[in-house]
């Protein structure tokens, strides 16, 4: 009986060890301490309005660059000595850059506008040729014949910089011009 006995004890022990316990586990790593106000030497930033989007006036071509151009302008222009140009599409190839595609003489072609800077106009990133000053393009204008056999315009006007590349010179110039004048209708 003895053993019976000892055989009972270890199966209540066995059964006392296996139960839950009710109580909370002790705090090991302390509580965080309570969050105090905030207090900032920085003023509060209080916003009077709320922004929808439109544009300051005088933005360069409302900031749209495909405003640069129009059907009009394109068409009175012959591309490369091809003929006159048809405007297909226009395509905004990044947010500073606009592409036009046109037909001329049977080919395909794209020309460019981008929006500049005023050290991009300074100082044109060229390995290329030397830029020529133009005359009765914008503020002032400069040109730069590039060895892909391009040529890019770069104008100041005055609500900005903007550059026209185009197969050829003649055509560069002419619409260099045009994309001036039509900076002039969202000029300050």
């Known amino acids: 009986m003895r053993w019976s006995s000892v055989v009972g004890l270890c199966v209540v022990a066995l059964l006392g060890a296996c139960q839950a316990q009710s109580a909370d586990p002790p705090d090991t790593v302390g509580s965080l ?6 207090t900032t030497l920085l003023p509060d930033v209080v916003v009077s309005y709320v922004p929808d989007d ?3 006036p005088g933005v360069l ?3 749209q660059l495909c405003n640069a151009l129009t059907a009009d302008d394109l068409s009175s222009v012959s591309i490369d000595g091809a003929g006159r140009a048809t405007l297909l599409a226009t395509q905004e190839l990044a947010d500073d850059l606009c592409g036009f595609v046109v ?3 049977g080919d395909e072609y794209t020309l460019l506008v981008r929006a500049r800077s005023i050290a991009d106009f300074e100082q044109p990133a060229t390995s290329d040729f030397d830029p ?7 503020e002032a204008a400069m040109g730069v014949a590039r060895e892909d056999g391009t040529y890019e315009v770069y104008v100041r006007v005055a609500n900005g910089y903007f550059s026209v590349n185009t197969p050829d010179r ?7 011009r045009a994309a001036a004048a039509n900076s002039e ?3 300050p």
């Open 33 to 38: 301490p309570l969050p105090e106000e905030a």
């Open 103 to 105: 037909r001329a003489g």
């Open 54 to 56: 439109t544009l300051p």
């Open 185 to 187: 209708l969202s000029a």
């Open 61 to 63: 071509f409302d900031g």
């Open 132 to 138: 020529e000053a133009l005359t009765g393009v914008g």
């Open 170 to 176: 003649a055509s560069a110039l002419a619409l260099a």
